[in-house]
């Protein structure tokens, strides 16, 4: 009875925290699926990642909120309502997940395990052969509590991203992925800059400060 209590307790000291949090009513008022739509804004207004006419693949993308994030940096001109731009888009959008995702208009979307072969194949259709200019990675897994598990897995998934990431970007593309301060996150840097020639750790204010999330940002390849 202790623990289910006390899980109540956590669960409404998190439902007042959301309810609160200034990044969840802004993204309520303009129209996005969730206040994550701020952080990769945040990545992208600090890097200049993002312009029309580009290629994009986003991974674990559901609900959307950065795929409709791409979808009005794409189509600047012409938003609409839904946190997403309307009619033409200067781009191309594919996005990945697990999870099922409302669509989001001209914005391909392939639900799958991106651990699947067949998956995976799906997407390498989608891009078509064409050079990548960013991949975007928001992609977590169910997280046990056990830290050096949770920390295996975080770091496979990154593994997975930037594998496709070096078999997709043109040379001066980037790579964005969602990472966890912890054990295993120093061989994550060090991945990164194995392969990128510039490699930037970025800690969004739209990331709660509770939070152990932050993001590497890998931009242009290192020659193979």
Known sequence: MKVKTKSKKVNKAWLNDHVNDPYVKLAQKEGFRA????????????????????????LGSA???????????????????????VGELDGTIISLDLLPMEPIEGVHFIQGDFHDD???AELDEAVGGRPVDVVVSDMAP???GIASSDAARVSLLIELAVEFALSHLKPSGALVVKAFHGS?????????????RVVKPIKPK???????????????????
Not at 35 to 46: G, N
Request: charged share 25%; aromatic share 10%; net charge positive.
């Open 118 to 120: 067949a998956v995976l």
């Open 63 to 85: 609900p959307g909120a950065w795929s409709q994030y791409l979808r009005r940096r794409f189509a600047p001109k012409t938003a609409g309502v839904g946190g997403a731009a």
């Open 184 to 196: 295993g996150y120093s061989q994550l840097v060090e991945l990164f800059k194995r392969h990128f």
């Open 142 to 144: 169910n997280l046990s």
């Open 35 to 58: 206040r994550a739509a701020y952080k990769l804004k945040e990545i992208d207004e600090a890097l200049g990642l993002f312009r029309p006419g580009q290629v994009v693949v986003d």
């Open 206 to 224: 739209a990331s709660r400060d509770k939070s152990a999330e932050t993001f590497l940002v890998g931009i242009g390849l290192k020659s193979r």
